[in-house]
């Protein structure tokens, strides 16, 4: 049959302002989470990562909180630009059969306007 | 990724049809995967492969098969499409010898239609 799509959460930020991207896991045994970026019409593009024995991780313009009491991940992005409209992926690593396989969050749209 | 391709990048079938859709890479990686990716779900994994001689299934298996030619190439095989295969398809690669395996490189993606 066909199937229905389903609206992605959708984050809209003024340009220059920062951005906050949330997700939740559920795996309390995850070691290792990871941020995608995918632009329309292309793959998903690596960004940040992060062990769980960290809690913040910074790279150039981004920032990977993490928060095990939780099970939250966040990824910060300063003055956001037009070029960071995508969809962004979280995505988790557990040892153990896992291990070496990522499981992905269902994303989320960000929309930089003008 | 230039390094991660794949062909076709876009292609419309009938159901009922056999298809397949291959995945070439550059990098000298040992690891491969294909996933699919439906509008608001996500990635979710087909099928990977761990080196030349090992094959697993993913979460979403049925109606799916591969073949690991060479450590280079993985293809994805739709024995019989139907129509809600329709989605976009993504090879991605990652290495074990690196001190971080767990991270993934994607292909550009190939959009299936099945009509």
């Known amino acids: 049959g066909e199937s229905v799509g389903l609206h992605l959460p959708t984050l809209s930020v003024q340009e220059g302002d920062n951005s906050i991207i949330n997700c939740a896991y559920s795996?309390?045994?995850?070691?290792?989470f990871i941020w995608y970026k995918q632009e329309s019409g292309k793959g998903p593009q690596f960004i940040i990562d992060?062990?769980?024995?960290?809690d913040k991780r910074q790279g150039q313009r981004v920032t990977v909180l993490l928060n095990k009491t939780v099970k939250h991940l966040s990824l910060q992005i300063a003055a956001t630009q037009p070029g960071d409209s995508a969809v962004y992926f979280c995505a988790e690593a557990t040892k153990g059969d896992s291990w070496g396989k990522l499981q992905f969050g269902a994303g989320t749209q960000v929309v930089v306007t003008p | 990724d230039a390094d991660v391709t794949q062909t076709p990048r876009n292609r419309i079938t009938k159901t009922g049809k056999r298809i397949m859709l291959e995945c070439s890479q550059t990098k000298g990686h040992d690891r491969m995967y294909w996933y699919r990716q439906d509008p608001g779900l996500g990635l979710r994994l087909i099928y990977y492969s761990f080196d030349v001689k090992d094959i697993n299934k993913g979460e979403i298996s049925d109606g799916y098969s591969v073949s690991r030619q060479a450590q280079a190439k993985f293809s994805l095989s739709l024995e019989s499409a139907i129509p809600n295969q329709t989605a976009l398809y993504f090879c991605?690669?990652?290495?074990?010898?690196?001190?971080?395996?767990?991270?993934?490189?994607f292909g550009p993606g190939t959009r299936l239609t099945v009509l």
């Open positions: 991605a690669t990652a290495s074990s010898g690196d001190w971080n395996f767990n991270e993934q490189f």
């Open positions: 992060i062990r769980s024995n960290m």
């Open positions: 795996n309390s045994a995850s070691d290792y």
